[in-house]
């Protein structure tokens, strides 16, 4: 869209909601003149369905995936090169310890590829993610490029899973911490 045109639609907005800091910041530099009413969600997750669960809940639903005593990572999207999957399945076959200690869970993505430790379950519905997010351990997030929003990211940190991101775009507004 022609930037005159993008300043006359955000001149004429009464209220604009953003999903990150980042968002907004960016919104308010782009435009000279940007009046609008702002509220920034942060975390729009429903928190009913995406929480942690109990230990023994956790054990519960490894041995029911058959992976009880494993590490579990998971990349979860559409399998998009700039979702940085390639990148995580290069470090996976480069690591003998995480091929023998852990499993990748790649959920989104349906390959005819042959990796220790990697089992590619492919597209599952959005009422069953909620599972994928409470059995891992790690959530992994290698976004390539600038997220507005990381919404498997918030679903995944939500769900109790400890989450490593590329920092792009929004998804430093998920973290209070760089370590």
């Known amino acids: 869209i022609d930037k005159k045109l993008k300043k006359k639609f955000v001149k ?3 209220e604009l909601i953003f999903l990150t800091q980042k968002a907004y910041d960016i919104n308010k530099e782009r435009y000279d003149e940007f009046i609008p ?3 920034i969600l942060n ?3 429903e928190k009913n369905k995406y929480k942690p669960i109990s230990i023994a809940e956790k054990e519960a639903l490894l ?3 058959q992976l009880a005593g494993k590490k579990v990572f ?3 999207s559409h399998d998009r090169p700039k979702k940085g999957l390639s990148i995580v399945l290069n470090a996976w076959k480069d690591s003998e310890k995480l091929q023998n200690d852990a499993v990748l869970l790649v959920v989104g993505a349906k390959r005819n590829e042959s990796i220790k430790g990697v089992q590619f379950v492919g597209q599952v519905p959005n009422d069953e993610v909620v599972a994928y997010y409470q059995l891992a351990h790690v959530y992994l997030f290698p976004t390539l490029w600038k997220e507005g929003f990381g919404l498997s990211l918030a679903q995944a940190i939500c769900s109790g899973c400890y989450s490593i991101a590329a920092d792009n775009g929004g998804v430093s507004d998920f973290f209070t911490s760089k370590d």
Do not use: A, G
Request: hydrophobic letters at 35%; one cysteine or more; glycine letters at 0%.
């Open 37 to 39: 009413e702002v509220t």
């Open 74 to 76: 998971l990349w979860l």
């Open 12 to 14: 004429h907005c009464d």
């Open 63 to 65: 041995q029911q995936h």
């Open 43 to 45: 975390n729009p997750i």
